[in-house]
């Protein structure tokens, strides 16, 4: 099992910066292949933001790309998403996300508002 916390929500504004956190902890933390960022705005598709493999390897939206940095601290369980240059369109709910070799798990969200 696997649980995940996001935390680093917040209202930032146009151009502003923010840090999101997703502590991952349970039984199999270390069966964990690959991390990841996902979001959703209120009338659109979740999609994937960015994500890391356990080999760290990071792949990166196409509207995120220059921007967005996904990162890991393997000592504190820990993977990060520092977002720069915000934009209006960035809002929506972020989630954290694990995947193992079969199972996935999901974070509860952490709110993210871009306004001036």
């Known amino acids: 099992q696997v649980q995940l916390v996001e935390s680093g929500g917040g209202l930032v504004q146009p151009g502003g910066s923010l840090r999101l956190s997703c502590a991952a902890s349970?039984?199999?933390?270390?069966?964990?292949?690959?991390m990841g960022w996902y979001r959703q705005a209120p009338v659109k598709q979740r999609e994937l933001v960015a994500a890391?493999?356990?080999?760290?390897?990071?792949t990166y939206a196409d509207s995120v790309k220059g921007r967005f940095a996904i990162s890991r601290d393997n000592a504190k369980n820990t993977m990060y998403l520092q977002m720069t240059s915000l934009k209006t369109e960035d809002t929506a709910v972020y989630y954290c996300?694990?995947?193992?070799?079969?199972?996935?798990?999901w974070g509860k969200g952490t709110l993210v508002t871009v306004s001036s």
């Open positions: 996300h694990a995947k193992r070799v079969v199972l996935a798990y």
């Open positions: 349970g039984s199999s933390i270390f069966s964990i292949v690959r």
């Open positions: 890391i493999t356990s080999g760290g390897n990071t």
